[in-house]
């Protein structure tokens, strides 16, 4: 799996766009770009991930750039429950969870 | 109701003693996986299994066994080898992509907090 690097922690006002940037630029062509959160003491729930393409869905929206190598995580609008350590992987089968990015939603 | 299962979601247990930690799975996913989590500190895999009477070891391994008899479920053993025991396990399963060697999403189960005293 590909190493990679996330910001330790950001924060964001309630109801504005979070963005979570993640570098991956060790990533190989069958890797998959995966994005988890995980609120505290729970398992993580799974969010979106993409292999090319940017990819969207009722949750959020993935933007993977052209040489792959980075991509950023959008919470279109953020809200306080939307507070938890978010995880970007780089990988196939066996997933490699980093520390991750801790957001915080601010009212 | 589809869904990953682990208990119970709190295990003491003394030291020197063998624990089982559950997990079940009613998504018919292919793979099933362990992994621990330590405070403030991301997922490490323990094991790993693909398919029915096989798996894998992860990046963990030691001091723990698990065995995979049944598609649905893959219990992990905390075994008195393991040197720090008391931690957070996590159960995840994955269905295989269709015509493909890859796997798609995992989904995880709530977790076992297991303290040791």
């Known amino acids: 799996d590909a190493k990679t690097t996330q910001p330790t922690s950001m924060d964001c006002a309630e109801g504005r766009a979070a963005n979570l940037p993640c570098n991956h630029s060790?990533?190989?062509?069958?890797?998959?770009v995966y994005w988890y959160r995980q609120i505290h003491s729970q398992g993580p729930q799974y969010i979106i991930h993409?292999?090319?393409n940017n990819e969207t869905n009722e949750m959020a929206s993935l933007i993977i750039t052209e040489d792959r190598k980075s991509s950023t995580l959008i919470l279109p609008h953020a809200t306080l429950r939307d507070t938890a350590v978010y995880y970007c992987?780089?990988?196939?089968?066996?997933?490699?969870f980093g520390e991750g990015t801790q957001l915080t939603v601010n009212p | 109701d589809g869904g990953i299962t682990q208990s119970p979601k709190y295990l003491f247990r003394k030291e020197g003693q063998n624990v089982t930690l559950s997990c079940e799975q009613n998504?018919?996913?292919?793979?099933m996986y362990w992994y621990r989590q330590d405070p403030g500190q991301g997922l490490r895999l323990i094991y790993y299994?693909?398919?029915?009477?096989?798996?894998q070891k992860g990046d963990i391994a030691e001091g723990y066994s698990v065995s995979r008899e049944k598609k649905e479920s893959f219990p992990l053993t905390v075994t008195s080898a393991q040197k720090n025991p008391t931690a957070f396990y996590l159960c995840?399963?994955?269905?295989?992509?269709?015509?493909?060697?890859?796997?798609?999403?995992?989904?995880f189960g709530p977790g076992t907090r297991l303290t040791v005293l």
């Open positions: 995840a399963s994955s269905l295989r992509r269709r015509g493909r060697s890859s796997y798609n999403e995992q989904f």
């Open positions: 060790t990533i190989s062509g069958n890797e998959y």
């Open positions: 993409g292999l090319k």
């Open positions: 992987i780089a990988g196939g089968s066996r997933l490699t």
């Open positions: 998504l018919n996913h292919d793979a």
């Open positions: 299994s693909q398919i029915v009477n096989d798996f």
